[in-house]
């Protein structure tokens, strides 16, 4: 059911993709810094087929004194995450994915910015199928909470995804037309 869908939900993101403006990157922006006053690590993804554009966010969050984390993959189908600097290069990984060169100690970000193939209103999340973010939040929850936001075309969503004991809930979602927490 997953594979279907998530091949389904990929061609319709593929068909009616289009790029966020500055102004909804700006909304974004104060919108997190009033929710969430303690956060100074944000976590992010380089976006690759066609995802919601996490960059220019990233980037809008860096030029604002904040630290960014990306994720490294690792072994096994898991990821951590380390910091980043958009004045620093990246490196395309195994799976074709640009990732920090330069890694120092493996940090955990304080909010963390989640790709998506699908999301539904009780925030469960459709992902590739690699379950890289389930492992990561699965570990990295009983260390320390962290808020973990999905970003989405409002064409993503759908009424209710196949959920399992793996899957780990998001705390919101971001699409172009809300941010629904």
């Known amino acids: 059911?997953?594979?279907?869908?998530?091949?389904?939900l990929l061609n319709i993101r593929k068909k009616n993709y289009f790029n966020i403006n500055?102004?909804?990157?700006?909304?974004?922006?104060?919108?997190?810094?009033?929710?969430?006053?303690n956060?100074?690590?944000?976590?992010?993804?380089?976006?690759?087929?066609y995802e919601y554009d996490c960059l220019s966010i990233l980037k809008f969050?860096?030029?604002k004194?904040?630290?960014i984390a990306l994720p490294v993959?690792?072994?096994n189908f898991k990821m951590n995450f380390y910091r980043h600097s958009f004045n620093e290069p990246l490196k395309i990984n195994k799976l074709g994915i640009p990732e920090p060169c330069k890694l120092s100690k493996e940090v955990i970000p304080d909010l963390i910015f989640v790709p998506l193939?699908?999301?539904?209103?009780?925030?469960?999340?459709?992902?590739?199928?690699?379950?890289?973010?389930?492992?990561?939040?699965?570990?990295i929850l009983k260390l320390k909470k962290i808020d973990k936001i999905g970003l989405a075309f409002s064409f993503q969503k759908i009424?209710?995804?196949?959920?399992?004991?793996?899957?780990?809930?998001l705390d919101g979602i971001i699409t172009e037309k809300k941010i629904i927490l």
């Open 39 to 49: 956060i100074n690590l944000v976590g992010g993804y380089i976006p690759i087929n």
């Open 159 to 169: 009424k209710k995804l196949p959920v399992n004991n793996f899957d780990k809930k």
């Open 117 to 139: 193939v699908g999301y539904d209103n009780n925030f469960n999340r459709l992902g590739y199928g690699g379950g890289f973010y389930d492992r990561y939040f699965r570990k």
């Open 73 to 75: 993959i690792k072994k």
């Open 1 to 8: 059911m997953k594979k279907i869908l998530r091949k389904q």
């Open 65 to 67: 004194n904040y630290s």
């Open 22 to 37: 500055q102004n909804h990157i700006s909304y974004i922006f104060e919108f997190i810094k009033k929710k969430y006053k």
């Open 61 to 63: 969050f860096e030029k």
